[in-house]
């Protein structure tokens, strides 16, 4: 896990402590858990969505609008 261990994270959970409040903490961790579980569900969905390319034979022509 990105080479965290426990002193590193008692470390990161005081200085959020501090800076949050400790009443606050549940409501932060909850939204940092809502957040890892919506990115974990939208990264699954990605790879399930294949994007298809097509080529075509002939280029596609240039519409210029002149703002005069």
């Not at 949050?20 to 579980?37: N, Y």
């Not at 990264?43 to 596609?60: L, M």
């Given at each position: 896990m990105l080479g965290l261990?426990?002193?590193?994270?008692l470390i990161i959970l005081v200085i959020v402590a501090m800076l949050f409040g400790v009443?606050?903490?549940p409501e932060v961790f909850g939204s940092i858990?809502?957040?890892i579980r919506e990115f974990r569900k939208e990264a699954e969905?990605?790879?399930?969505n294949k994007v298809t390319t097509i080529k075509t034979?002939?280029?596609?022509?240039?519409?210029?609008v002149d703002k005069s």
């Amino acid at each position: 896990m990105l080479g965290l261990g426990a002193p590193e994270l008692l470390i990161i959970l005081v200085i959020v402590a501090m800076l949050f409040g400790v009443g606050k903490l549940p409501e932060v961790f909850g939204s940092i858990g809502k957040g890892i579980r919506e990115f974990r569900k939208e990264a699954e969905v990605g790879t399930d969505n294949k994007v298809t390319t097509i080529k075509t034979e002939q280029p596609v022509d240039t519409v210029v609008v002149d703002k005069s």
